[in-house]
């Protein structure tokens, strides 16, 4: 019995243990089985890690190669350039050599003719010494001795001729050294110099006048400053009243009209307008009466009337404050004086110098640039074609074509030039004003438009037929903007804007 207690309990035993080793067993596989998943994961992840690590090398050193490349490039470039501006300069340097190799040949030429030269020289005097010594029984010595005595003679007429001509260089250098100094001293003084003025005197035989001239409530001046579009300045001088405008005609009709008004003692408005419209008659035959003077003296007549009486109108034109007509006649004789020198035609170029400023006489009516409107007005009036072009180049729109018109530029450039002959702030105010006057005078109903009190005013005459009192106040405001907009000036500019309606009948 207790022996088969013994072998159940040992074969529960061993039951027992066979049960723990596969228990033991199994988890031992499992731990394994976890352990090697584990390995292969932390293995697969330094795998993918070493492929990235890969990858990033691989990238890098794909990026290191294409900068040493462009690196390379870049040097290969360089060298590239050196090299062409080595063959460059190899050239210049074959160039020069070659210059050089024959400008030797040029000099051992010389130094072999003048080495010839000297050598007939030699034979000559000697034949000359055998010539003398067989015609004259002289001997070589006494030949030589005669032959050393003309050529030192010959020396000194050669000496005196270098003597008299530096001479004249020093006279000449003197002179104009002197000239330089006195053109430094006449620039200096210069600014004394005015070639027109804005404003015109009118003496007066007492002040009585004065009040005269301003009418009852005003209504004289007004008219007067009206019709003829200058400002008249009645101050306290004892005598004399100003007249002034920048339009050098409109202010000589001004200073006219106020002065026969004067001696003929009845001033009201209806009479302004009767003497100012006999006054402006009288001025259009005249400047035509002194054009055709000009053409007549100078040799130049006949010529279309349109530019005959243009002519004499420019003297009442002033550019940079020098006197159109003025310069226009100091160029036209400088350029008939150039073309004489240079073998041109000397009559062509006066008449090219006289018209070549013809356009100023209608800048302050028409606007635009004097060249264009010179030029079509001496195209139509079958000018010359060197006379057109004489035009165009001295204001550097063509290139002077004939002897005649480059004379015309240079002499153009030389009047202007000279120290006192033009003032550049005179010039820019009358550009300014003239165009305060084109603004008011481009929009449509406008008669006339006058810039008085210096620019600091302008009266704007409007056509009462076709325009009403609310349409006047927009057109001076319309005015007031463009002129704000377009140019520059000092304080302010007051736009006035007149609209008139007359009414005019006869008794019979």
């Keep these: 019995m207790l022996g088969i207690i013994g ?5 529960g035993a061993a039951a027992g243990a066979g049960i723990c080793y596969l228990w033991l067993k199994n988890s031992t596989q499992k731990k394994f089985s976890h352990l090697e998943l584990e390995a292969k994961a932390k293995a697969k992840a330094i795998s993918n890690e070493a492929e990235l690590l890969l990858q990033e090398s691989h990238v890098k050193i794909k990026a290191k190669e294409l900068e040493q490349e462009a690196e390379f490039q870049k040097r290969i470039a360089q060298i590239e350039k050196r090299n062409r501006d080595l063959i460059l300069q190899t050239k210049e340097l074959s160039k020069e050599e070659e210059k050089l190799t024959l400008l030797q040949h040029k000099m051992l030429a010389v130094e072999q003719k003048l080495e010839k030269l000297e050598q007939e020289k030699q034979e000559q005097i000697n034949q000359a010494i055998q010539k003398m010594q067989s015609v004259a029984s002289l001997t070589r010595e006494e030949a030589k001795t005669y032959i050393l005595k003309k050529v030192e003679e010959q020396s000194r007429s050669e000496v005196a001729g270098i003597v008299r001509k530096y001479e004249q ?6 002179e104009k050294k002197a000239n330089y100094i006195l053109a430094q001293a006449t620039t200096r003084y210069a600014g004394e110099f005015a070639g027109e003025r804005l404003i015109n005197f009118v003496n007066l035989p007492s002040d009585e006048h004065k009040g005269r001239i301003i009418g009852k409530e005003g209504r004289n001046i007004k008219t007067l400053e009206m019709l003829l579009g200058v400002d008249i300045v009645i101050d306290e001088t004892p005598g004399v009243i100003l ?3 920048f339009n050098l005609y409109r202010r000589a009709i001004a200073t006219r009209v106020i002065e026969i008004l004067v001696e003929d003692g009845r001033i009201h408005p209806g009479r302004i307008e009767e003497v100012h419209e006999k006054v402006q008659a009288e001025f259009e035959q005249k400047t035509y009466e002194e054009g055709e003077n000009i053409l007549i003296d100078l040799g130049l007549f ?9 002519l004499g109108r420019m003297k009442y034109r002033a550019s940079y404050g020098q006197n159109a007509l003025a310069h226009t006649l100091e160029v036209a004789k400088l350029a008939r004086v150039m073309a004489a020198e240079m073998g041109g035609d000397e009559k062509l170029a006066l008449r090219a110098g006289l018209l070549h400023d013809i356009g100023k006489a209608l800048t302050q009516d028409m606007g635009g640039s004097h060249v264009d409107i010179g030029a079509e007005l001496c195209r139509r009036h079958n000018e010359h074609p060197t006379v057109i072009n004489a035009i165009y180049a001295h204001h550097g729109h063509e290139e002077p074509d004939s002897v005649e018109s480059a004379a015309v530029c240079a002499a153009d450039t030389l009047s202007a030039a000279r120290p006192g002959a033009r003032r550049e702030v005179l010039e820019s105010f009358t550009k300014r004003v003239k165009e305060i006057e084109e603004i008011a005078t481009s929009r449509d109903y406008v008669e006339q438009a006058y810039a008085i009190n210096a620019g ?3 009266r704007v005459f409007v056509n009462a037929q076709k325009m009403s009192d609310n349409e006047a106040v927009l057109l001076s405001k319309e005015i007031a903007k463009e002129i704000q907009e377009r140019v520059q000036y000092p304080g302010e500019i007051k736009v006035n804007v007149i609209r008139e309606t007359r009414a005019t009948s006869y008794a019979r």
């Design 7 to 11: 072998i159940s309990s040992l074969a």
């Design 169 to 174: 260089l020093a006279k000449e250098e003197g």
């Design 243 to 245: 007249v002034s405008s």
């Design 302 to 310: 006949p010529m279309h009337e349109e530019l005959v009486k243009l």
């Design 456 to 458: 600091r005013e302008i």
